[in-house]
């Protein structure tokens, strides 16, 4: 027989669990669901932090830039005046000359000409002041120094491309020099030489051209001081001659060919980096795109010699 003593502390063992029980039952309902919307805001403000940190980390270092590492080749004495560089999603290498609207496709091998074909307005050839190349979805465009751009769709080798004109009010202010694409704005990137007016003095402008619109976003112009440039190289100038977009990180590589320098800004216009680049090397660096997963290409305009290629491997 189960004596009433035992009988009162099986009664009070069972009650115990049973409130156990609904408190543990309780508290794993209320504290689990705010451990489960706690834990995603922990985890996306780290992530954002991130991405915020990679963003902001320079991809010039990325690059072996030292003319030990560099491989350069001279081009046909057609390029001598060799000005922009692009490449296509596929890495097919285009540019063209300063003077004559003759596009040319190149092997990035050894800078031998692929094939051509000319931009014409009106059935004939363009000659003008061209500055840079950027290839936007199905069309390529070419900027003069005035700001001008020339837009067309590539053809085939001998061909003639029919270019339609789309005027900019830059050259009041701003002598022009490059020329890049933004995919993620679906925007022209186009970046000043000099400025031309008290207005502009000091500044470099880099300015937006909207695939949509067909017209400057002047509300995005991104204005940087010279000094902020200059300084960092020894420098009382910063005059860039050429510019293009990084594909991973979304920076601006900017090249100044009479300082022999190459610098990278965020889209926002923050200076993450800047350097100088081996003088016996660049002549007079018009041209820079970036080869994914290769490395960094510049073109260089050959004076009195020959035009050049010159590539910098990935680190």
Request: charged share 20%; glycine share 8%.
């Given at each position: 027989?189960?004596?009433?003593?035992?009988?009162?502390?099986?009664?009070?063992?069972?009650?115990?669990?049973?409130?156990?029980?609904?408190?543990?039952?309780?508290?794993?309902?209320?504290?689990?669901?705010?451990?489960?919307?706690?834990?995603?805001v922990?985890i996306?403000?780290?992530?954002?932090?991130?991405?915020?940190?990679?963003?902001?980390?320079?991809?010039?270092?990325?690059?072996?830039?030292?003319?030990?590492?560099?491989?350069?080749?001279?081009?046909?004495?057609?390029?001598?005046?060799?000005?922009?560089?692009?490449?296509?999603?596929?890495?097919?290498?285009?540019?063209?000359n300063?003077?004559?609207?003759?596009?040319?496709?190149?092997?990035?091998?050894?800078?031998?000409?692929?094939?051509?074909?000319?931009?014409?307005?009106?059935?004939?050839?363009?000659?003008?002041?061209?500055?840079?190349?950027?290839?936007?979805?199905?069309?390529?465009?070419?900027?003069?120094?005035?700001?001008?751009?020339?837009?067309?769709?590539?053809?085939?080798?001998?061909?003639?491309?029919?270019?339609?004109?789309?005027?900019?009010?830059?050259?009041?202010?701003?002598?022009?020099?490059?020329?890049a694409?933004?995919?993620?704005?679906?925007?022209?990137v186009?970046?000043?030489?000099?400025?031309?007016?008290?207005?502009?003095?000091?500044?470099?402008?880099?300015?937006?051209?909207?695939?949509?619109?067909?017209?400057?976003?002047?509300?995005?112009?991104?204005?940087?001081?010279?000094?902020?440039?200059?300084?960092?190289?020894?420098q009382?100038?910063f005059?860039?001659?050429?510019?293009?977009?990084?594909?991973?990180?979304?920076?601006y590589?900017?090249?100044?060919?009479?300082?022999?320098?190459?610098?990278?800004?965020?889209?926002?216009?923050?200076?993450?980096?800047?350097?100088?680049?081996?003088?016996?090397?660049h002549?007079?660096?018009?041209?820079?795109?970036?080869?994914?997963?290769?490395?960094?290409?510049?073109?260089d305009?050959?004076?009195?010699?020959?035009?050049?290629?010159?590539?910098?491997?990935?680190?």
């Amino acid at each position: 027989m189960i004596s009433n003593s035992l009988k009162s502390l099986i009664a009070f063992v069972v009650l115990s669990f049973f409130i156990l029980m609904l408190i543990y039952f309780y508290s794993g309902n209320s504290g689990g669901a705010r451990s489960q919307q706690e834990a995603p805001v922990n985890i996306t403000v780290d992530t954002t932090k991130q991405i915020q940190s990679k963003r902001t980390e320079s991809v010039l270092r990325s690059f072996k830039l030292n003319s030990n590492d560099a491989i350069s080749f001279p081009l046909l004495p057609i390029l001598r005046e060799i000005s922009g560089l692009a490449v296509t999603p596929n890495g097919d290498i285009f540019t063209h000359n300063d003077e004559d609207g003759i596009i040319f496709k190149l092997d990035p091998l050894d800078g031998s000409v692929l094939s051509t074909f000319e931009m014409t307005v009106n059935g004939k050839r363009v000659q003008d002041d061209l500055e840079g190349i950027a290839i936007a979805e199905e069309n390529m465009f070419v900027i003069n120094s005035n700001g001008k751009i020339y837009m067309f769709e590539p053809v085939g080798n001998g061909e003639k491309a029919n270019c339609r004109i789309y005027p900019t009010s830059l050259a009041v202010d701003w002598e022009i020099e490059g020329l890049a694409y933004d995919p993620t704005i679906r925007s022209l990137v186009i970046i000043s030489k000099n400025p031309l007016t008290a207005k502009a003095s000091g500044k470099v402008g880099i300015f937006f051209w909207s695939l949509d619109k067909r017209a400057l976003l002047l509300e995005d112009t991104i204005y940087i001081p010279i000094h902020q440039l200059a300084d960092k190289i020894g420098q009382k100038k910063f005059q860039p001659s050429g510019i293009e977009r990084h594909p991973e990180s979304g920076h601006y590589l900017i090249i100044a060919a009479r300082q022999h320098s190459i610098a990278e800004i965020t889209p926002q216009g923050e200076l993450l980096a800047i350097q100088k680049l081996a003088g016996k090397l660049h002549h007079q660096m018009e041209g820079i795109t970036v080869l994914t997963d290769k490395g960094l290409l510049i073109s260089d305009e050959g004076g009195n010699k020959s035009g050049r290629l010159t590539f910098y491997p990935l680190n």
